[in-house]
């Protein structure tokens, strides 16, 4: 495949010269990969090949209404769209869709605030959407910068979301989003996400591993700051973990090494050893790695 692709790429620029004939060189290129993707759309090099075709669209005739490389581009963002119509978490198609909308001339692109719509809709078809939440957290990155009133919603929004307490998509976005929203030592916030995720545990039951992540994850954030209320905090965070090995016994290990963790920071041989920071990060980080069993 890939040889084929490149020897298609030496054809098209030794066989056309005129803007024209290197148009519709192009496009014959760009309709050959559509109908081979229909078939294979997670081929890496099929994408690719796109790409190399829109970067060589020539700019079309002086003193038309649209030109070619607006039009293409158009037409391409409603293809990859449709694409993920169909496959709603082609990540292939994600990253092409990424590449696309950055690269659509500057009066052609969408504003942050219809790529945020656009995220909405695709979360709600498949709320499991790892790729949407992904977009949505770079969509969220550009407004914040822009807009900084939008945290607080956002931040609303997040707590919405982790009320679905099985979806592990979810409550990774919801980590990042109040990792956004908190600045510096803002051990309020945490206080508050450790409450509203207690609340919803008593709502569901002790059953979800995904609420009790959270809880060790904010409950262990919390013990960096709050030195008095520490020894208490990381035993509910060992209670928490023993309770993850009975209900998610696939990831025993994991949950192991958490409780070791918890452990020495709570009786630490040495307060002095700088590997303690090493421990710190495997109590904030474990968890939130995607779960792909």
């Known amino acids: 495949m890939v040889t084929s692709v490149q020897f298609r790429v030496s054809i098209t620029r030794g066989s056309a010269s005129s803007p024209e004939e290197v148009f519709k060189a192009v496009d014959g290129e760009l309709s050959l990969t559509l109908a081979a993707l229909q078939v294979h759309p997670k081929v890496y090099w099929l994408w690719n090949h796109r790409r190399w075709c829109l970067e060589n669209i020539p700019d079309g005739p002086e003193g038309a209404e649209k030109s070619w490389k607006s039009s293409i581009w158009a037409r391409e963002l409603a293809i990859v769209e449709k694409m993920l119509d169909r496959d709603s978490r082609n990540f292939h198609a994600w990253n092409y869709r990424r590449y696309v909308l950055a690269s ?6 969408r504003s942050p605030e219809s790529e945020l719509a656009y995220t909405t809709r695709k979360i709600e078809q498949n709320f499991s959407n790892f790729s949407a939440w992904h977009q949505r957290t770079k969509v969220f990155g550009v407004l914040w910068r822009d807009r900084p009133e939008l945290e607080a919603a956002a931040k609303s929004e997040g707590e919405q979301k982790a ?3 099985g979806d592990q998509s979810a409550w990774l976005y919801h980590r990042w989003l109040i990792g956004k929203v908190c600045e510096g030592d803002d051990a309020v916030t945490v206080k508050s996400e450790i409450s509203s995720i207690e609340e919803l545990v008593v709502e569901v039951g002790s059953d ?3 609420p009790l992540q959270a809880l060790v994850h904010y409950k262990s954030l919390l013990a960096s700051h709050d030195s008095a209320a520490k020894p208490d905090l990381l035993r509910e965070c060992r209670t928490l973990t023993e309770r993850l090995i009975q209900i998610d ?3 025993q290990q994991m949950y192991q090494d958490q409780r070791s963790a918890l452990d020495h920071e709570n009786h630490p041989r ?3 050893n700088p590997s303690l920071g090493s421990e710190r ?3 904030g980080s474990g968890p939130c790695h995607r779960d792909n069993m």
């Open 104 to 109: 659509v001339p500057e009066p052609d692109r």
């Open 163 to 165: 009320s679905n307490p």
């Open 249 to 251: 016994p696939m990831r």
């Open 281 to 283: 990060a495997k109590l």
């Open 270 to 272: 040495n307060p002095h």
């Open 208 to 210: 979800s591993k995904w």
